[in-house]
């Protein structure tokens, strides 16, 4: 298949463009486009035979629900049934933005979509590009994340092109994906509301809103064999196919161990790198030492996780060791992405 690739000015939006990009989805086919979370590959999500084509494309059982994103605030009524008024309060606070809630679904929602479940996922997303195709094709939208299954999701339309090329009919390049971690997903059909992926929408930002909530426990007890709820999580995640291991401890004695490991390794002839920040990249004895961003900065860090996991496997790093970083705000997000990356390799000192 041939895949049309068109820039989009996010701030200058070019109307014809987002017509070109509807049509492709009301005629059954695929288009990854920008949202502010990550690349989304989209397609109507009342189509059975476009969303097959979704699984097909990237690679990704079909039993693992897709996410609908939708336009406006009223579409929910349409897809969901049992709006509870806290998901109300939700949806004022955060919508459009990186928030998905999960919602029993209305008969017009297939089991196609929500892999046999009686939940729907929904969206709506603040990215100007993603809502005006939404809009446009008045058409609810089922994306997953633009990346072949096993790889980080993406972040920039080039690592959509590398994974997505000649498997969809548009890929619109709309620039960065501003926060670069998907979002949030909560569970609003449960008594108390439960966060089953953390995202840049944080568990204290709901909870200012909506009182009690919880972490899947799933999430919160990484070890545990507690069966997730979001099937998603039961995949086997984006693992770099360099060896990663991540170190938690006190600065000076985390940066010796990794030296020390780093040395050994490069003395063995292996290929290794150290996944760094503004503050300690200078006190590496390393090779290859990958600057991620400030370690004060959490959304910077955030929005180069995906990219710089992608740049391991470019350079074909063997392996690969990085400190652990701060859990605040969205940083709980970015270390559950990176201790799933990781396989759960984590080292504690002290
Ligand atoms: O930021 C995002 O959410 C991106 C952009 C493109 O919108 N999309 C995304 O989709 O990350 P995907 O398919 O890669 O992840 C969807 C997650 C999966 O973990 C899936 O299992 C979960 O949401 N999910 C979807 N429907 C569900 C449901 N009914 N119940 C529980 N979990 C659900
Ligand atoms: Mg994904």
């Avoid at 014809?16 to 009301?26: G, P, S, W």
């Avoid at 084509?53 to 059982?61: L, N, Q, S, V």
């Avoid at 406006?72 to 606070?93: F, G, H, P, Q």
């Avoid at 809103?209 to 086997?236: H, L, N, Q, R, W």
């Amino acid at each position: 298949m041939d895949t049309e690739i068109i820039e989009i000015d996010i701030l200058n939006i070019d109307q014809n463009k987002i017509k070109k990009a509807a049509e492709i989805i009301i005629n059954g086919g695929l288009v990854a486009f920008p949202t502010e979370t990550v690349y989304g590959i989209g397609a109507n999500a009342l189509d059975y035979h476009a969303v097959q084509e979704i699984y097909k494309a990237k690679g990704r059982p079909s039993d693992n629900p897709l996410i609908v994103h939708i336009a406006s605030n009223e579409d929910v009524y349409k897809y969901a049934v049992n709006v509870s008024r806290k998901a109300i309060l939700l949806m004022e606070a955060f919508w459009p933005g990186p928030l998905t809630m999960i919602f029993d679904k209305s008969d017009r929602i297939s089991a196609f979509i929500t892999g046999g479940l009686d939940t729907v996922a929904l969206r709506l997303p603040s990215n100007e590009i993603a809502r005006r195709i939404i809009e446009e094709s008045k058409l609810p939208i089922a994306a997953p994340s633009a990346n072949r299954s096993g790889r980080p999701s993406p972040t920039r339309a080039k690592h959509v092109i590398e994974d997505l090329a000649g498997r969809v009919e548009m890929i619109i390049d709309g620039g960065k994906a501003t926060i670069g971690l998907e979002s949030t997903v909560i569970d609003m059909t449960s008594k108390i509301p439960t966060i089953l992926r953390p995202g840049s929408i944080t568990l204290e930002m709901i909870q200012a809103v909506i009182g009690e909530t919880m972490m899947d426990p799933a999430f919160a007890m990484v070890e545990a064999k507690v069966t997730p709820k979001s099937p998603g999580m039961k995949y086997k995640h984006y693992a770099p196919k360099g060896h990663l291991t991540i170190v938690e401890g006190e600065e000076k004695q985390a940066i010796d161990w990794i030296n020390e490991r780093v040395g050994q390794l490069e003395s063995e002839g292996h290929l290794v790198a150290v996944i760094a920040t503004d503050e300690d990249a200078n006190q590496y004895r390393c090779k290859t030492v990958t600057i991620i961003g400030s370690r004060v900065n959490h959304a910077e860090i955030a929005g180069n996780l995906f990219k710089v996991l992608r740049l391991m496997d470019e350079n074909h790093l063997e392996y690969i060791f990085s400190r652990g970083f701060s859990e605040e705000d969205i940083g709980k997000a970015t270390m559950n992405r990176l201790l799933k990356a990781a396989g759960n390799q984590r080292v504690s000192l002290g």
